[in-house]
Nanobody, 123 residues
Framework: QLVESGGGLVQAGDFLRLSCSSS????????MGWFRQAPGKERELVAS????????WYLDSVKDRFTISRDNEKNTVDLQMSIVRSEDTAMYIC??????????????????WGRGTQVTVSS
């Protein structure tokens, strides 16, 4: 089970940290990702991280602004969002890909999903 937290209403240019907690006993075997879905748009992978945490991938539009990290002792994966923009407004969803050997660059490998946390950026 994946449970996200940390969403809310922020101003453009602000910082926000999302967190996802996993109940899995083998969390370190999951590559993890953060997706987002805005109204009327398809879900897109924003960032991903490998099981051990050494590899990461980012959507071009969030590179240098967002940072994904994980703590395999605490079974959490975070998304640090900085200099947020109105176009970052979306439901942010945490997902896991069991056994994937790196940092996935597409959503095809993810099978476990959280319910999401809403991020709204006002300009």
């Amino acid at each position: 089970q994946l449970v996200e937290s940390g969403g809310g209403l922020v101003q453009a240019g602000d910082f926000l940290r999302l967190s996802c907690s996993s109940s899995s006993q083998t969390f370190e075997h999951y590559a993890m990702g953060w997706f987002r879905q805005a109204p009327g748009k398809e879900r897109e992978l924003v960032a991903s991280i490998s099981g051990p945490g050494g590899l990461t991938w980012y959507l071009d539009s969030v590179k240098d602004r967002f940072t994904i990290s994980r703590d395999n002792e605490k079974n959490t994966v975070d998304l640090q969002m900085s200099i947020v923009r109105s176009e970052d407004t979306a439901m942010y969803i945490c997902a896991g890909a069991l056994g994937y050997p790196g940092a996935p660059q597409t959503g095809a490998y993810f099978r476990d999903w959280g319910r999401g946390t809403q991020v709204t950026v006002s300009s």
